[in-house]
């Protein structure tokens, strides 16, 4: 049975294999990219069963981008193929302090699911259902998924929604649906620069004012670390915000890092893990995606890992 369902666009991303400027570049590694299926590859990297659901055009890249999922230990039984319309693709430029993003994925497959989707999903024996705001910008069908999905898993299921603001995709959106979607949720990962220009306050107590629905909200402070706000179910009031410093590593690429955090965050909030832990497992695990130009990267070795987990106090 599926733990962690995911659910939201991948597309065959392309990053440059030589240096240079991108309209010079001639060669490419071709990867896949996609931050909810990132999700799910890592959740199955770290012992999670995880399921990814999408659609797919009838091409080639699609059959790559399933296949790479699937054999990252993801069930992607439930992924659908449109053949009217393409799979989406995507080109990043690779560098540590930012990596400028081109998208080829309007009128993408993905972007052509819609609420009916919803008629053939089963959340059954799902403990977490993990969506993002990227879905939302896709297409109007696809804010209507989102809107129906939360509707549907969340009285029974917990709802964990990441922000993830790509400005690309909001040209003539209005970015105002991610506030209504996040506070909608119970599970929030949002990052302090996405809150100052989505929901137009930074610190995590104005984030809190202006998200109070979900029951767990993370606000991720970048090289510094994140914060975890819990309530308290039986009081209802929050508890104390948990801060929890990250790991210093040497930046390769920024891109898909937060698909990680999420990733070790949910996974340790599965395993009934103590606030400052969840939080670690989710640095831990952003740690290894820091290092690599793909947006999945290498984890760090199993026995750090375990090691760094313990480490109670550890100044990392
Ligand atoms: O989080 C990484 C994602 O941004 C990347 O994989 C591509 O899904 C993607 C998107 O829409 O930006």
Do not use: Q
Request: aromatic share 4%.
């Amino acid at each position: 049975d599926t733990e962690v369902l995911c659910l939201g666009e991948s597309m065959a991303l392309f990053v440059p294999a030589e240096p240079g400027p991108v309209d010079e570049v001639r060669t490419w590694t071709r990867t896949v990219g996609g931050a909810e299926s990132n999700v799910a590859c890592h959740l199955a990297g770290l012992g999670v069963r995880a399921s990814w659901v999408s659609t797919v055009g009838a091409d080639a890249f699609g059959r790559a981008v399933v296949s790479a999922i699937a054999s990252a230990g993801v069930d992607v039984s439930s992924v659908e193929v449109d053949p009217s319309r393409p799979t989406g693709l995507y080109v990043k430029e690779s560098s540590a302090t930012g990596s400028p993003v081109r998208y080829y994925r309007a009128g993408s497959a993905a972007a052509g699911m819609g609420p009916a989707l919803l008629d053939r999903l089963s959340l059954d024996g799902v403990r977490i259902v993990h969506v993002s705001g990227i879905t939302a910008a896709l297409s109007p069908e696809c804010l209507a998924l989102m809107r129906g999905l939360i509707a549907t898993a969340r009285p029974t299921h917990l709802l964990s929604f990441d922000v993830n603001w790509r400005a690309p995709l909001w040209t003539d959106g209005e970015p105002g649906v991610l506030r209504e979607l996040a506070d909608a949720s119970d599970i929030v990962l949002v990052g302090d620069d996405e809150a100052a220009a989505v929901l137009g306050v930074s610190t995590v107590d104005e984030i809190r004012r202006v998200l109070p629905g979900p029951r767990t909200l993370v606000v991720k402070h970048g090289e510094r670390g994140a914060s975890l706000i819990e309530r308290d179910p039986s009081t209802g009031e929050d508890l104390p915000v948990v801060f929890e410093p990250a790991l210093r590593v040497d930046v390769v690429e920024p891109v898909g890092a937060g698909d990680a955090f999420a990733a070790g965050f949910l996974a340790a909030t599965l395993n009934g893990a103590t606030p400052g832990r969840r939080l670690r497992a989710g640095h831990l695990r952003a740690a290894g995606a820091l290092r690599a130009h793909d947006d999945l990267g290498t984890p760090l070795p199993s026995e750090l890992v375990a090691e760094l987990l313990e480490a109670d106090g550890a100044s990392w």
